[in-house]
């Protein structure tokens, strides 16, 4: 079960900004919401590496191949643009973009904060610079607690979503 405490934090952390978002613009629904979380997740679309090895997608090629691009802030944007222009309606293309490259967005900082051996952060905005930042050293990617603090808030969100619902129009009912 590697990684998963860390997929689980970057979808809860989704999740609670997207819903955030929902209550201060009434156009943003549940599926709006879901784009964001998608967005947390895609830097880790790099994982694919485990079902298709850079060396397969190299040799295919014929040249030299890796998926470890998608798990920068320009291959983020990549990511989203080629969503965008393939999975969604044009009117509402830059909506979808922008709610997916906030979910990246929270992801990069989530893993910036990460511990790593060196003390530096990985290259987030590598091809434009290779500057890594000081590693906030908060948490290991397999530690649990950063997944229960996501969760308990993404419920104190959802809960505080389910009173606003139930109260309506009318704010007396907060």
């Not at 909506?95 to 979910?103: D, H, K, Q, W, Y």
């Not at 511990?115 to 397999?142: E, I």
């Not at 389910?162 to 907060?174: K, M, N, Y």
């Amino acid at each position: 079960m590697i990684g998963v405490p860390d997929v689980l934090t970057h979808v809860l952390v989704g999740y609670s900004i997207g819903t955030l978002l929902s209550f201060r613009y009434a156009w943003l629904r549940p599926a709006h919401v879901t784009l964001v979380m998608i967005g947390a997740l895609s830097p880790d679309f790099m994982k694919i590496d485990l079902l298709v090895p850079d060396g397969l997608v190299g040799f295919l090629l014929g040249i030299p191949f890796s998926w470890a691009p998608l798990h920068t802030l320009v291959g983020s944007l990549l990511v989203a643009l080629f969503l965008g222009t393939l999975l969604i309606a044009p009117a509402l293309r830059w909506r979808a973009f922008g709610l997916f490259v906030i979910g990246a967005l929270s992801h990069h900082v989530l893993d910036v904060a990460l511990v790593t051996a060196t003390g530096y952060s990985y290259a987030v905005f590598w091809p434009l610079t290779t500057y890594r930042f000081p590693a906030a050293d908060l948490f290991l990617s397999s530690d649990r607690w950063p997944a229960l603090v996501a969760g308990g808030l993404a419920l104190t969100i959802w809960l505080v979503g389910q009173r606003i619902t139930t109260a309506g129009d009318d704010p007396s009912r907060l």
